[in-house]
């Protein structure tokens, strides 16, 4: 059983609340009733319920607070437990109403979720999305597990930002002692960003030794085709269909998803110029076939700026790059003198287990590599590795600088994740585990005909739900119905693909084979009892 799923039987949501003073204090009874005296409280009935004071003393017919004090109101006469599981918790609600008033008069009783949900909605812009019909409140997490405000606790198969989970001790020690000590920006001269930029260049092969810092993905894929546009003196771009690569100008013009953006291919500016998918599932060429995708993006390569591609297809659910293909696209584009972008922000990080970076499973080095996400473990945090020479030649542009990139807080936090990946070996638990999970998953296809294929590698999966394994129709509504119904069951799941039927998966690479375990189990359960 995995530490998520024995959470479900463990008692986490209170059914009172605990007031803390500095001495004894005197109690005003909120209404009038028989006063009790039990081994470690005071109850009060009257008015068809119990007020029960734990902690609480009779005193010459005062009832007196020691410095811890529990309050509970109840309509059962039995004094009820203060703490329940997730699952009964409801149950419980109906007859153990919220004390807080009773304490704090001024404060609201219940609707805790849903008000703090309307006051998202009246004050952040609903543009900014969030996951889930009805989400749960998510306050807290620890490693690979969310937690929210009703007690239950959630597997966390969804979050690639946060490489070594959530809550990690080391690296909130290492941010909290830079941030009492100094926080400035890159252009004073200290210790961290010139070890953060050694140790970047150190994962990367040659010729690829220097190192721009900055706060997103966005930013390094806007610096990336800036650097492009600057060495070659040309503006077109050659980007990959289905493919999300940043929000500014630049890297919104270079995004082509419809799930992002709907009118993504027909709003590209004049200097974006699309190829096809390489998507060997359910693309144009499928199976052994699928060599001829590299084909047609040589014969359209024309002379470009740059060519720009996940180096592992990400933004469609985890599936690799047919073989050879950005050897065969890469050096076409240097034959016409572009440059090669490898947009590493999703998928790069040591998540694919066997690699660290995504080029490496094609054989290739890159001209320009971004990095992002998983680089803060959702601190600000982003790079452009490149060569010297690439690098000067953004002198012509004038300097650059970002405010956030590279400052004494954020590479301390770089320095950490890098020292976590490689002291708690995270490459090779997503090895081992995405490996194990990868099996349990293609297992599923001999029990499920929705699940039409399983594609990733490590711990970058995706799961492609379909109607019909004949013609491969997406099951679009199906997808969004099973990720609700597997949050029910405390797992967090989200769909991914410009057909929003693939299950992405890309969690903590701290997930244990437990954990994976339990997650297919879900699964399972879930195709197999319906959504």
């Known amino acids: 059983m995995s530490f998520a799923h024995s959470l479900l039987f463990y008692t986490t949501v209170g059914l009172g609340v605990e007031v803390f003073s500095d001495g004894p204090q005197e109690i005003r009874l909120p209404w009038p009733g028989a006063v009790e005296r039990h081994d470690d409280a005071i109850a009060v009935r009257g008015d068809g319920q119990t ?66 949900l309307d006051r998202r909605n009246a004050s952040f812009a609903r543009v900014q999305e969030h996951y889930f019909v009805d989400p749960p409140q998510i306050e807290r997490g620890w490693r690979h597990h969310l937690f929210d405000t009703a007690g239950r606790s959630y597997l966390d198969m969804l979050n690639n930002v946060a490489i070594l989970g959530h809550g990690h001790p080391r690296l909130a020690g290492a941010i909290e002692q830079q941030w009492r000590l100094l926080n400035t920006n890159s252009r004073f001269h200290y210790r961290a960003v010139v070890e953060l930029s050694e140790r970047l260049a150190a994962l990367l092969p040659d010729p690829l030794d220097t190192v721009f810092l900055v706060n997103s993905g966005t930013e390094a894929v806007d610096l990336a085709l800036r650097l492009a546009w600057a060495n070659t003196g040309r503006r077109d771009v050659v980007v990959v269909r289905e493919a999300y690569h940043g929000w500014s100008d630049a890297t919104d013009a270079v995004s082509t998803s419809v799930a992002d953006n709907p009118n993504a291919l027909g709003s590209r500016p004049s200097w974006v110029r699309t190829v096809d998918a ?30 720009l591609a996940e ?42 287990g066997e690699h660290f970076w995504g080029f490496e499973q094609q054989g290739v080095v890159p001209d320009i590599v971004t990095v992002a996400k998983a680089m803060g473990n959702g601190h600000p945090l982003g790079a452009v590795i490149t060569t010297r020479a690439i690098a000067d030649g953004y002198r012509s542009q004038g300097y650059f600088f970002s405010s956030a990139g590279g400052s004494p807080v954020s590479s301390v936090a770089g320095l950490a994740v890098l020292d976590a990946l490689r002291d708690e070996g995270l490459q090779e638990n997503a090895r081992v585990v995405g490996g194990h999970l990868r099996q349990r998953l293609r297992e599923l296809m001999d029990r499920h005909e929705i699940v039409g294929a399983v594609h990733g590698m490590g711990l970058y999966l995706g799961v492609e739900l ?19 119904r597997l949050r029910e069951l405390g797992v967090i799941m989200q769909p991914t693909s410009d057909r929003m039927c ?15 375990d339990f997650f297919a189990d879900t699964l399972d359960r879930v195709l197999g009892e319906g959504w």
């Open 51 to 116: 007020l029960w004071l734990g902690g609480a003393t009779l005193a010459e017919g005062r009832v007196i607070a020691g410095k811890t004090l529990r309050v509970q109101v109840c309509r059962l006469p039995e004094r009820p437990p203060f703490f329940v599981t997730a699952g009964m918790a409801d149950a419980w609600a109906a007859v153990c109403p919220d004390p807080t008033p009773l304490v704090a008069p001024g404060a609201e009783e219940g609707g805790g979720r849903a008000a703090l």
């Open 466 to 484: 379909v109607r019909d394994r004949a013609t491969l129709e997406p099951a679009r509504e199906e997808t969004a119905a099973i990720c609700e």
């Open 502 to 516: 693939v299950l992405k998966i890309k969690p903590p690479l701290g997930i244990g084979v437990g954990d994976a």
């Open 278 to 307: 390489p998507n060997s599932f359910r693309g144009r060429y499928r199976g052994e076939g699928a060599f001829r995708y590299a084909e047609d993006a040589v014969a359209a390569i024309g002379e470009p700026a740059a060519f």
């Open 311 to 352: 180096a592992f297809y990400g933004n469609a659910g985890g599936m690799p790059l047919p073989d050879g293909y950005l050897r065969r696209v890469y050096e076409a584009t240097r034959r016409a003198g572009g440059l090669c972008i490898a947009d590493e922000v999703q998928v790069g990080y040591g998540r694919l």
